[in-house]
């Protein structure tokens, strides 16, 4: 090879190089201006929340960001009006056998008289319940639990569900039970995992509140990261995520007080 081929050659791959990593840059720079997620926030009518079978996280999560977004969503539409419509719960039966059925008294007051429970036989007819139930307005949101990674769910299944949701303005949040995170247009995409929750200060032995390790591994709105959200029945609290102790179990930065701030109001401890 001649020089001047050579010195072609070394010119073209450093502006190869040069170019690289200069939009390496440029995404960097627009997901740092991009603002953190938290409770609160708007959230896209598509979500994705990936759990494991042996544990309840999955929908148990689901369903304190679903009625995070529905909070955010009636102050910006109707601040004085209160959204009761129903809300759809779809499982297939592989997720009904791993997990369980809806135990309407275990769910959130405000939900156990709105919710419409489908049990598909298969994933295709889930997602065929899923979309229909996109199409319907009188449904405040959309849960739908499917397991694994079915040939159904394809990238075009997803497509059409987001399309759906956005069209017709009814947020939907998929369950993927021990499945693999692959192509969809979900517009927010979590991993979550349950942990150990922090214990109430006066009552060491009592349960505490329902608590998560949340990775939010794709959203188009917010730069990954990972919280420990806690749900203490009034909304979504979020946190940094649990360290491991010395003995290698999982405890929380910071103990939970908030329960007592609320009970002593605008009175004195000791008048408790």
Not at 133 to 138: I, M, P, S, T
């Amino acid at each position: 090879m001649s020089r001047s081929v050579m010195s072609k050659t070394a010119d073209s791959v450093s502006d190869i190089l040069v170019a690289n990593t200069s939009a390496g840059s440029a995404a960097a720079l627009v997901q740092t201006c991009l603002p953190r997620w938290k409770p609160g926030l708007s959230v896209p009518q598509h979500s994705e929340i990936f759990s494991d079978s042996d544990e309840g996280s999955g929908a148990a999560l689901t369903l304190s960001l679903a009625r995070d977004a529905m909070k955010v969503a009636a102050k910006d539409i109707a601040p004085a009006q209160e959204d009761r419509r129903q809300i759809l719960w779809v499982q297939d039966k592989s997720a009904v056998r791993l997990t369980g059925r809806p135990y309407v008294h275990g769910l959130p007051k405000d939900l156990q008289h709105r919710l419409i429970h489908v049990e598909a036989k298969s994933p295709e007819d889930a997602l065929f319940a899923l979309e229909e139930g996109l199409r319907c307005r009188d449904l405040a949101f959309v849960l739908g639990e499917i397991t694994g990674n079915p040939r159904g769910l394809n990238f075009t299944a997803s497509r059409r569900l987001s399309l759906a949701a956005e069209k017709h303005g009814v947020p939907l949040w998929l369950v993927r039970i021990d499945a693999e995170a692959d192509l969809s247009s979900a517009r927010m995409r979590w991993k979550v995992t349950s942990v150990p929750s922090a214990s109430p200060r006066w009552a060491r032995s009592a349960p505490g509140r329902p608590t998560w390790r949340a990775e939010l591994f794709r959203a188009r709105a917010h730069p990954p990261g990972e919280w420990s959200l806690s749900d203490d029945g009034s909304g979504l609290i979020a946190a940094r995520p649990h360290k491991p102790s010395i003995s290698g179990s999982t405890v929380a930065t910071a103990t939970d007080h908030v329960d007592l701030v609320r009970a002593a109001g605008g009175r004195s401890l000791a008048a408790l």
